[in-house]
């Protein structure tokens, strides 16, 4: 039901983003903790290791009952009221774009809206499209994520307020190069995959039919997220690294802090200083979050879409019958 299907007109451009925007606020719930952590070892300088004593977190648990310990169970969820708008309005904008780009192609190209290579690029323009129209919001939410005790910003708007004030408009935009760069291939990957291992499901097990569809779409989902997080990680660190540029005196609890001038300058420092791990920082969450986030994305999406098709269906049955 992800993208353009000729053969089943069901869900609408606006239905695709009401289904999308509730898949984004469901998934953001449950995976925020995981989103955190990812954060917090992407800005560390110092290596994710209990040989080094400067470190401050040194894997995916020890970081876990750290957090918990010094800043309680609310700092999982820490910048979730930005993070939530986030991920409605990227939900939202992606699987409309997605949904209108699919169809565009079926209407006026000789491709098959349905084809693998027609999701890479859609998926990335759509994805693109989104993540324009929220970059702003995803550089709160990282700024609200970083900060530890005591917090340098007390609310949203005190945070929109400070930033405007002391870094001016360009701020909210911090990491938007590196973030388009990723995340064409990034949302190309995932779509053309979950459609690639969609139908190499139903190749294995033809017999299927709806039944275990929902796990199917779990499944399928965390797996094409775990492939194009991989492939695509470091420009993700990139971005974060970027996006608290003028943050460091609010991250100096957490270790080294490090300015850079751009993109290049933040490839050279982190290649000079950490190596070539340091651009896969933070990898361990990200890909348990990617496989999580992602499979639950496709999830829901699906779910909410076939409950809006049900529900046009009764409706219609109920208007024949009256």
């Known amino acids: 039901m992800v993208g353009y299907d000729p053969e089943a007109k069901c869900v609408s451009v606006v239905e695709a983003a009401a289904a999308g925007s509730a898949s984004g606020l469901v998934t953001r719930v449950l995976v925020s903790p995981l989103d955190v952590i990812k954060i917090r070892f992407q800005l560390q300088i110092e290596q994710l290791s209990s040989r080094n004593p400067g470190a401050k977190y040194h894997g995916i648990l020890q970081a876990v009952q750290r957090i918990f310990q010094e800043e309680g169970l609310v700092a999982f969820w820490k910048g979730h009221v930005p993070a939530q708008f986030l991920s409605v309005g990227y939900g939202a904008v992606q699987f409309m774009a997605f949904e209108s780009l699919t169809k565009l192609v079926h209407n006026v190209t000789s491709y098959n809206a349905r084809d693998s290579f027609v999701h890479f690029v859609c998926g990335g323009l759509a994805a693109c499209t989104a993540t324009v129209a929220v970059q702003p919001v995803d550089t709160l939410r990282t700024r609200f994520a970083a900060q530890g005790e005591p917090k340098l910003y007390r609310s949203l708007r005190h945070a929109v307020v400070t930033m405007y004030q002391t870094e001016g408009p360009r701020t909210f935009y911090k990491g938007l190069t590196p973030t388009i760069i990723a995340i064409?291939?990034?949302?190309?990957?995932?779509?053309?995959?979950?459609?690639?291992?969609?139908?190499?499901?139903?190749?294995?097990?033809?017999?299927?039919?709806?039944?275990?569809?929902?796990?199917?779409?779990?499944?399928?989902?965390?797996?094409?997220?775990?492939?194009?997080?991989?492939?695509?990680?470091?420009?993700?660190?990139?971005?974060?690294?970027?996006?608290?540029?003028?943050?460091?005196?609010?991250?100096?609890?957490?270790?080294?802090?490090?300015?850079?001038?751009?993109?290049?300058?933040?490839?050279?420092?982190?290649?000079?200083?950490?190596?070539?791990?340091?651009?896969?920082?933070?990898?361990?969450?990200?890909?348990?979050?990617?496989?999580?986030?992602?499979?639950?994305?496709?999830?829901?999406?699906?779910?909410?879409?076939?409950?809006?098709?049900?529900?046009?269906?009764?409706?219609?049955?109920?208007?024949?019958?009256?």
């Open 184 to 322: 064409f291939p990034y949302a190309g990957l995932q779509f053309s995959f979950y459609n690639i291992l969609q139908q190499f499901s139903e190749w294995v097990i033809p017999a299927e039919g709806k039944k275990g569809g929902s796990v199917k779409n779990l499944v399928c989902g965390s797996c094409a997220g775990i492939i194009s997080k991989t492939l695509t990680y470091p420009f993700d660190l990139f971005k974060k690294r970027l996006q608290v540029g003028g943050f460091e005196h609010a991250r100096a609890a957490f270790g080294q802090v490090r300015m850079y001038r751009g993109l290049l300058d933040c490839i050279r420092q982190i290649m000079r200083e950490e190596g070539l791990g340091g651009f896969f920082k933070g990898l361990s969450p990200s890909l348990l979050k990617a496989a999580v986030s992602t499979g639950l994305v496709f999830f829901w999406y699906e779910l909410f879409c076939s409950l809006l098709c049900a529900l046009k269906n009764t409706d219609s049955a109920t208007r024949k019958e009256g």
